[in-house]
């Protein structure tokens, strides 16, 4: 876990709670690392890795599994909670607060001192095997998502995660794709556009992973701008009022030499009337 940067110290703690087969929630913004120390902390421990995003129409199949019709006739396919569960692997489910209530009841007794899952299609109970952990993240600020059920939450533990300081977003760009220093700062400068954005709840915030594909960009050749216009403004909106504005505050200031985030004092926020 030597290339991953952690300031706050979580990494470590969520390892205990991984060995220890504690059932997990990680909350944090979008691209702060949270499916990044998942990966990092199995490989660690040498576990592999189920994972599944959840969405608002998935289905409790989808988790535990459905009958097949073959030529052979019907045969029972195991979901990645069950795979997950008879391999004693890391079982990460993304994105939990999209999804229904109904469907996270059938994780409770996997997530208790049952560890187990009966499935309603077999009637055959499923024991997890040694090595099973639950881990699931989402990010509290996501439009239109759900709270997690109190029955859900008190059978897991939290941890928070956040984005890097700015000095360790700039070295962990430099570390992984050899972008010099300073247009390292640069990049992390124009994300923190979105990042301390007063109109957050119309815009979504720019993580660490579309600044690493930027970086990658500039190695490759890219300038600064197309950098930034294809890997970052890009991935927030289509709309070209929004993307003129996202010009002017995350290439003006970024290009300002010796600019740092704290003496920005320009803002950002769109007039709702422009909302397409």
Do not use: W
Request: glycine letters at 8%.
């Amino acid at each position: 876990m030597s290339e991953f940067i952690d300031e706050s110290e979580v990494v470590p703690r969520l390892a205990r709670l991984m060995a220890a087969g504690t059932p997990t929630l990680l909350t944090g913004p979008t691209g702060c690392g949270k499916t990044t120390a998942v990966y990092a902390v199995a490989s660690a421990l040498g576990r592999p890795v189920v994972d599944i995003v959840g969405h608002q129409a998935i289905s409790a199949a989808e988790l535990v599994g459905t009958f097949l019709l073959s030529r052979e006739g019907t045969h029972f396919q195991s979901g990645p909670l069950l795979r997950a569960m008879t391999a004693g692997a890391v079982f990460y489910f993304d994105e939990m607060n999209g999804v229904p209530e109904e469907v996270l009841k059938v994780l409770y007794p996997a997530l208790d001192h049952r560890r187990a899952v009966t499935p309603p299609l077999t009637g055959t109970t499923i024991c997890a095997a040694s090595g099973f952990c639950f881990v699931g993240a989402y990010n509290p600020l996501s439009h239109g998502r759900r709270a997690l059920p109190p029955a859900f939450r008190q059978r897991c533990a939290f941890l928070r995660f956040d984005y890097l300081s700015m000095s360790a977003e700039s070295s962990l760009l430099v570390a992984r794709t050899g972008i010099d220093a300073e247009t390292a700062r640069r990049l992390v400068t124009a994300s923190m556009a979105t990042r301390e954005a007063k109109g957050t709840d119309a815009l979504e915030m720019l993580g660490t992973r579309p600044l690493l594909q930027a970086a990658e960009q500039i190695v490759a050749g890219a300038s600064f701008e197309e950098a930034v216009e294809m890997c970052l403004i890009g991935t927030l909106t289509d709309d070209p009022k929004r993307r003129d504005a996202l010009r002017e505050v995350m290439l003006e200031p970024a290009l300002g030499p010796g600019l740092s985030a704290a003496e920005d004092e320009s803002t950002f926020e769109f007039d709702p009337e422009d909302e397409p």
